[in-house]
């Protein structure tokens, strides 16, 4: 399974922004799918999750109100649509795929995709 990250950038303080993760390869709705973001010098931290079978989603507190993950199952592409970003946003966001219902930890990950990088300015 390969995993390809896109629409990271640069964004203004309280501007928005939607990424993107395409799957490829051996496809299939028994995975769920996460965000997870890295700072610089920072451990990789939980960001979103989606089931592709039932659609449960879960969020960290730090991007309840302001993420949302979503699913294009034909498309094999799941999203995290982040909205009233800040500054503490600023990190490589990466995308992973897993198995559970909604897995928030690391080792629950397989799959890796490079990241994408989101820059959000003051």
């Known amino acids: 399974l390969q995993l390809v990250e896109s629409g990271g950038g640069l964004a203004q303080d309280g501007g928005s922004l939607r990424l993107s993760c395409a799957a490829s390869?051996?496809?299939?709705?028994?995975?769920?799918m996460g965000w997870f973001r890295q700072a610089p010098g920072k451990e990789r931290l939980f960001v979103a999750a989606?089931?592709?079978?039932?659609?449960?989603?879960a969020i960290a507190d730090s991007a309840k109100g302001r993420f949302s993950i979503s699913r294009d199952s034909a498309k094999n592409t799941v999203y995290l649509r982040m909205n009233s970003l800040n500054p503490e946003d600023t990190a490589v966001y990466y995308c992973?795929?897993?198995?559970?219902?909604?897995?928030?930890?690391?080792?629950?990950?397989?799959?890796w995709g490079q990241g994408t990088q989101v820059t959000v300015s003051s």
């Open positions: 992973a795929a897993g198995y559970g219902v909604v897995p928030t930890k690391v080792h629950e990950y397989v799959y």
């Open positions: 390869g051996r496809t299939t709705s028994t995975y769920a």
């Open positions: 989606i089931n592709l079978s039932s659609g449960t989603t």
